[in-house]
């Protein structure tokens, strides 16, 4: 999609003269980051594909555009003071040339873009699974100095990688960079990880892959938005975290699939309890993968070989650098909070009608 004319809302009196632009400020994240800096009375605009009535209505400029158009893009970014790029295309599954014209050409638009209009921050939305490579590997409080693997199994995780690291090359003088790094993103009116998970325990498509004592970080999305806002605070030139890549995470580790069986028992969901072993899963979804290229079979495989690694292993993360240089401080909403935010969501408030 091309560029499309901006659509404002009411003008806020004593606005600063430079708006701060949100990529996929639409989405789950970039909305949470959006109403935040709403809350700062900082003059927000969103470039995405398609604009957001709501947010107009908070005096939200949304901008409609491609990533990667670069036009559309170095249109959205003139005369901003900083950007936050959170806008990617997510995924197990899909055409390589998508997740490269989306996820690389577009931050490279975006960097371009920075770099011609003389803004002096991007914050860029990157994920843990850039550290994630081809070999079964436990990934149990690592910290940023984890190196990026050689190979990928995914064109996500393999096209976050290339982006990530082109924001932290671009770190300069003139523009200051930082990748954020939140791990499996959960909360109220989340679209994608829990409404999944419910969907298919409710269809009995779930089964629990390797051991099932795998433990991993989840980040509830109000941390990933307020990591994303206390880096913005700290980012400038020379700053300390300046060109550097930070994981985000909850401060508790949770046990996957207990936790999975917990969140299912209490919204009253058939709980999980079959299992299928590591290799099985794997070795499934290598087939799956090639009956899908082979036939151009429409829609996702309901395994692949990155899946199947991530649900079999652990992946929780050392977070004192996040602490350190942001002031990153994941237990002023514990895990337990967490959850029960979750339960009154589901239960109780807009996430009802997904349990209909």
Request: proline share 7%.
């Amino acid at each position: 999609m091309g560029s499309g004319a901006p659509v404002s809302g009411p003008a806020s009196p004593g606005t600063p003269a430079q708006p701060v632009l949100v990529t996929g400020g639409g989405g789950f994240l970039g909305r949470a980051i959006v109403e935040r800096l709403l809350a700062r009375s900082l003059p927000v605009h969103v470039f995405s594909r398609r604009s957001f009535p709501d947010l107009v209505a908070k005096g939200v400029t949304c901008v409609q555009g491609d990533l990667g158009d670069a036009e559309a893009v170095g249109k959205a970014v003139a005369g901003c003071g900083a950007v936050f790029h959170v806008a990617a295309l997510a995924g197990a599954w899909g055409k390589r040339e998508v997740f490269e014209r989306t996820n690389v050409t577009g931050t490279e638009n975006v960097i371009a873009a920075c770099q011609r209009h003389g803004v002096p921050k991007l914050l860029f939305t990157s994920s843990p699974s850039v550290i994630s490579g081809t070999e079964f590997e436990d990934h149990e409080g690592v910290d940023e100095s984890h190196p990026y693997p050689s190979e990928y199994l995914a064109d996500y995780p393999r096209t976050k990688a290339l982006a990530e690291r082109a924001v932290l090359a671009a770190n300069s003088p003139q523009l200051a960079t930082v990748a954020l790094r939140p791990h499996l993103i959960v909360g109220p009116g989340d679209p994608h990880l829990l409404p999944r998970v419910i969907s298919q325990a409710r269809a009995g498509k779930l089964r629990i892959v390797g051991e099932g004592k795998n433990t991993v970080a989840l980040t509830n999305v109000a941390n990933a938005a307020e990591a994303h806002l206390l880096a913005f605070d700290r980012l400038a030139p020379g700053a300390a975290c300046a060109g550097k890549a930070y994981f985000i995470a909850q401060e508790e580790p949770v046990e996957l699939w207990t936790w999975i069986n917990t969140i299912l028992e209490g919204l009253g969901v058939p709980t999980i309890k079959k299992q299928i072993s590591y290799r099985a899963a794997f070795r499934l979804g290598s087939t799956l993968e090639t009956l899908w290229r082979w036939f151009r079979l429409a829609g996702e495989p309901p395994m692949t070989r990155f899946v199947a690694t991530q649900l079999a292993t652990s992946h929780w993360f050392d977070l004192s650098a996040a602490r350190r240089d942001l002031g990153y401080a994941p237990a002023k909403l514990p895990m337990s909070q967490v959850n029960a935010r979750l339960f009154a969501y589901y239960l109780e408030g807009a996430g009802k009608a997904l349990l209909a």
